[in-house]
């Protein structure tokens, strides 16, 4: 296992979904509802499922794609979508 790339994918989602909106959700069925094992199980199924579906569709892509070409499409998405939200036209 290459450690140098799973502590990148590591840091990079945990940044990326701390106090997100999915985070933001577990917080408030956290807060309303007793059983937090219940929750948790809930929340780490779905993520698990969103990043196999997001990993199986990256390899099928990278297949058509050149991977340093998605790297800049998708930070030019994020960077129009950053500035689209900053001023409030998104």
């Given at each position: ?6 502590l ?43 990043t196999?579906?997001a ?14 070409v ?14 689209l ?5 998104l």
């Amino acid at each position: 296992m290459n450690f140098k790339l799973f502590l990148a994918a590591f840091t990079t989602i945990f940044v990326a979904e701390l106090f997100d909106k999915t985070e933001l959700a577990v917080l408030s069925l956290a807060a309303k509802e007793k059983s937090k094992f219940t929750i948790f199980l809930g929340a780490m199924a779905a993520f698990f499922l969103a990043t196999l579906l997001a990993l199986l569709f990256g390899h099928l892509l990278e297949k058509f794609i050149n991977p340093k070409v998605m790297r800049y499409l998708s930070a030019s998405i994020f960077f129009v979508a950053g500035t689209l939200i900053l001023f409030d036209k998104l």
